[in-house]
């Protein structure tokens, strides 16, 4: 069993910062990737950024925060960060950090990030 905990998440306003930490109890090693979601008001979730455990490099999928965000892990700690930057008022969601593979998946509670315009 895995459990992830998020936090760092707040109010904000548009143009600031955040970073959000996720840390995760038990192994995590057999799984593909770790990585981070959000969800807005009324919209579905939308993968934010993710690290393949194959290279280890980082991954943005959502083109909206190429630039600002940046994914990075402490394998030592267990622990993955979202380094949030120059942030909009549509950044204004839940995220949820999650490790996934080919037949199982777990995520977070989530953290409220909330931008101020």
């Known amino acids: 069993q895995v459990q992830l905990v998020e936090s760092g998440g707040g109010l904000v306003q548009a143009g600031g910062s955040l970073r959000l930490s996720c840390a995760a109890s038990g192994s995590i090693s057999r799984f593909n990737a770790m990585g981070w979601n959000r969800q807005a008001p009324g919209k579905q979730r939308e993968l934010v950024a993710y690290v393949p455990h194959t290279s280890g490099r980082s991954t943005n999928d959502a083109n909206s925060v190429k630039g600002r965000f940046t994914i990075s892990r402490d394998k030592a700690k267990n622990t993955e960060y979202l380094e949030m930057n120059r942030l909009e008022h549509e950044n204004t969601a839940v995220y949820h950090c999650?490790?996934?593979?080919?037949?199982?998946?777990?995520w977070g509670q989530g953290t409220q990030v909330t931008v101020s315009s």
């Open positions: 999650g490790v996934w593979g080919r037949q199982e998946a777990y």
